[in-house]
């Protein structure tokens, strides 16, 4: 099950990658733009902080959350919003979990696919397109409000 939703964003353009910021926005309620901009500040703060080249980028524009966004950025901020994470598959465990309705939780979730995020609302994916893949996707965890476990 599929509805295709922008998480509060104006238009859709094919180059965006902003799947994070999206994914957070539908299923916390906030405003897109309030995540976005949070995202954008701590994505910048481990910029700034990390030795590493893989979050350095010359061109500004990979620096914005719509160019991707780390696990080390969304994980610690969808924590401090009160959301766990669930791990779903673990290193040689395989696939145990598929983006499906009847093997997820009910209430509001965010999965953790490969190179993506998605916002699932009692079953129902809330997205740009349908990312299921027809029920064979592997979701890796997904994160869930505290009280909705």
Request: aromatic letters at 10%; one cysteine or more; charged letters at 30%.
């Amino acid at each position: 099950m599929f509805n295709y939703n922008l998480g509060g964003y104006k238009r859709q353009t094919k180059t965006r990658g902003d799947c994070v910021p999206r994914a957070i926005s539908i299923a916390t309620d906030l405003p897109y733009q309030e995540v976005y901009d949070e995202l954008q500040r701590l994505q910048e703060e481990l910029r700034l902080k990390s030795r590493s080249k893989y979050y350095y980028h010359k061109d500004p524009r990979k620096n914005k959350p719509r160019s991707g966004t780390s696990s080390k950025v969304y994980k610690p901020y969808l924590e401090k919003l009160g959301w766990t994470w669930i791990p779903t598959m673990g290193i040689g465990t395989g696939c145990r979990v598929h983006l499906k309705p009847e093997e997820l939780p009910k209430g509001r979730i965010i999965c953790r696919l490969s190179r993506h995020l998605v916002a699932v609302i009692d079953g129902v994916m809330n997205d740009t397109y349908d990312s299921s893949r027809d029920g064979t996707r592997c979701v890796y965890g997904y994160f869930i409000k505290k009280e909705n476990k």
